[in-house]
């Protein structure tokens, strides 16, 4: 049991890895909104920033226990969804790419840590990266074909998303499992700062 534990640990860093290596893919491009419902679910998917701050959501909620299980995967497909408001009036905003970046970085550095923050400390910083990711994808909804279909496949595949970090976190019960979580956190907070360092060069 501890050697397949261990096995399945080494693929999820192996491929956090690599995604950390590989040149942003950023979910929020602006090209490929044409369509509705299938269009959204598989825009967040595709875009390795999105993917890798869902996943970390889900995986933190799990480390951190009820009600923070429940309460970060809910908060920010909510938050988002005000953050998309936002972007699609145009409201003033700091850099989005760079907001992005950041809560992937900071999210798995807080897994990577063993951050238990107080619960108010924990949904204030995932309901601030929500708003950005929502900014980034409210600018582009005008432009799809379909802008509620399309919201709604991009909002259950990212609730999708954060079951994913949740599965992850099952493996915190299990003997060693914190270790290899906190490093899938690390790897996430790696790409992060690849994300990062891209935005700021950009």
């Known amino acids: 049991m501890g050697q397949r534990l261990a096995s399945r640990g ?4 192996l491929a956090l ?18 369509g509705g419902f299938l269009a959204g679910f598989v825009h967040p998917i595709t875009g390795v920033d999105h993917l890798l701050a869902m996943v970390a959501v889900g995986l933190w909620g799990a480390f951190l226990g009820r009600p923070l299980l ?22 003033p905003m700091p850099p989005v790419e760079i907001g992005v970046s950041l809560s992937v970085l900071v999210l798995g550095g807080l897994i990577a840590a063993a951050a238990r923050p107080p619960t108010w400390a924990a949904c204030l910083i995932v309901g601030a ?3 950005f990711h929502g900014y980034a994808h409210g600018e582009e909804l005008p432009s799809a074909a379909d802008p509620a279909g399309y919201s709604i496949g991009f909002v259950l595949a990212t609730g999708m998303l954060h079951l994913a970090g949740i599965g992850m976190g099952l ?3 299990r003997r060693g499992g914190q270790a ?13 700062a690849w994300f990062l360092f891209a935005s700021l060069a950009a």
């Open 10 to 13: 080494r693929a999820a860093l």
């Open 171 to 173: 493996l915190n019960d």
């Open 17 to 34: 890895a690599a995604l950390s290596v590989a040149a942003p893919a950023y979910a929020h491009d602006g090209a490929g909104l044409v």
């Open 129 to 131: 990266f929500a708003v």
């Open 180 to 192: 290899l979580t906190r490093g899938i956190g690390a790897a996430i907070a790696a790409a992060g």
């Open 70 to 91: 429940i309460v970060l995967p809910m908060l920010f497909p909510m938050v988002m969804a005000l953050g998309g408001v936002l972007g699609m009036v145009g409201a």
